[in-house]
């Protein structure tokens, strides 16, 4: 079946650092790749996604490049603030009713 | 506009109970979906619906859990004989489903689900 993992948690960054969360996925076929955000007392939301291989998914300053020969899509922002602090999640869909599968989540705290 | 809204925002209940927990999803999305997410973890799917009828329901973990979707909008997941384990959020999202374009899942804020 399909799966995602990814980079466990938690993160801790200082202002302005780069930042990267590793994500890999097991899939049947060619899913569509995306990352979603969960700000404190907020609900899920999408960040960025990629439907195809070598596409780049942007949004915010951040990045993620759909990688098919590494089964990966990698999550990097250039340099990070505070507000960027969140639980970060990768998913996936694939087979046509676009039903996501996700990944466990990475907390991400930012420190000034 | 509106987003999707789920009620109540917290249930508690007990061991054995029934329990009803409503999706309203944003106006003119005629996709619908069901997530269970556990403490630490991502979500996890449980059902779709297309319209009123539930296109896949592969992720519904036994039958105490039933999803209806009566008139195409507003969806009510049923819980019966609640067991400490159904302990979770419960999110729903709704999306267009224009399809072959992936169509973005809005998702609501989730009711969280204590079972004492």
């Known amino acids: 079946g399909n799966s995602v993992t990814q980079m466990e948690g938690p993160v801790t960054l200082s202002e302005e650092a780069f930042l990267t969360i590793n994500c890999t996925y097991t899939a049947t076929g060619y899913p569509s790749l995306f990352w979603y955000v969960q700000y404190p007392g907020e609900g899920l939301q999408l960040l960025l996604k990629a439907t195809k291989a070598d596409d780049k998914g942007s949004n915010k300053g951040f990045e993620a490049t759909y990688r098919k020969e590494t089964t990966s899509f990698h999550l990097e922002k250039g340099s990070v603030q505070v507000s960027d602090s969140a639980v970060y999640f990768c998913a996936l869909s694939a087979g046509g009713n676009e039903k996501l599968t996700f990944g466990t989540g990475t907390r991400l705290t930012i420190i000034p | 506009g509106a987003g999707v809204s789920q009620t109540p925002s917290n249930k508690v209940t007990e061991k054995g109970k029934y329990v009803e927990l409503r999706c309203d999803p944003i106006?003119?999305?005629?996709?619908l979906y069901w997530y269970r997410q556990s403490l630490g973890q991502g979500p996890e799917f449980l059902i779709y619906?297309?319209?009123?009828?539930?296109?896949?329901d592969s992720g519904l973990p036994n039958d105490r859990f039933f999803a209806v979707r009566p008139e195409g909008s507003v969806s009510t997941l049923k819980i019966q004989r609640t067991e400490r384990g159904d302990s979770a959020v419960y999110l729903c999202?709704?999306?267009?489903?224009?399809?072959?374009?992936?169509?973005?899942?809005?998702f609501g804020p989730g009711t969280r689900l204590t079972v004492l």
């Open positions: 999202a709704s999306s267009q489903r224009l399809v072959p374009i992936y169509n973005e899942q809005f």
């Open positions: 106006s003119g999305h005629t996709a």
């Open positions: 619906f297309q319209g009123t009828g539930a296109a896949d």
